[in-house]
């Protein structure tokens, strides 16, 4: 297992770094591509009006912004994340929408200040704890009596085309890679349900509920095949794989992707499967 203080590092230095400006940089898309997924997970955390929500790992704000609008005036949301430059883009975002009841704070949420609260929320951001019984045990330590929790995660990749196409098709110029730890952290390390239970439970959470739902997501935003390539070779994996290569390689990636792809084409859409747990439990 990786050194839990390293994975920490590693995981601060890319969403500050090399991950962080990119995902600003395709909020607009990303968002597009992932609302199954966000509106998947407002339904299940069922904000309520003047709800304490704590939103982990909220990023640019995806879903940050339909928490505050549903907790409303008299509800207050703390958007919680280790990336300078994505918060930044969710305050910006909740600005431009008029939107005032959020507090946008910079920190680890496994050892963050916290204040209570009655709903935990992440948007596939619990998976990336080098420790994440220590982590959940500090966030339920803070959560009020009776508070809730929901989150989405992916489950596995081989369930996941959208991410796997894209990767199969870049791996096939790149040097073999060693199997990866199924449970480092990283956007995986929740796909096994039983591992995900063991860990809420260990952590003093309610036994946890874990349903599957399958969606389709269009990478390409509606912006047609081209987009869609773009958008593998930026968010995720591949993106990682590619950074620093030669031109050539890279070139060659792209145009497997693009093979790979065109099937999925559909007008302006390339849509592919995407499978996420829905995780809900009681007892903060
Ligand atoms: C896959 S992104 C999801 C962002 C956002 N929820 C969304 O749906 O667009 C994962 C987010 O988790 C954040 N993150 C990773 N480790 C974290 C930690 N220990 N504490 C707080 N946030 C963390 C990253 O900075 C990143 O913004």
Redesign the pocket.
Known sequence: MADPEQS?AD?LAF?NGP??PI?VAR?DH??IT?AP??DALIALAAPQAGERVL?????????TLDLARAVGPSGHVTA????AP?LAEGKARAEAAGIGNVTWQQ????T?ALDGFDLLV????LM??GDPVA?FSHLRAAADPGARMAFVCWRSLAENPWMGVPMNAAARHLPPRPKPDPEAPG?FAFADPKRVSRILTDAGWGPPQLDKLDVDLDIAAGRGLDEAVVQSTQIGAVNSWLRGKPADVVAAATASIREALAPYADGAAVRLPGAIWLVSSAGG
């Open positions: 920490n995981q969403w991950g962080g995902w909020q990303t968002d992932l997924v966000s939103d982990v790992g909220c990023g640019c704000g995806a879903s919680l994340d280790i990336s994505m920190a680890d949420a496994a963050a992440s948007n596939c951001g990336f704890f982590a956007m």
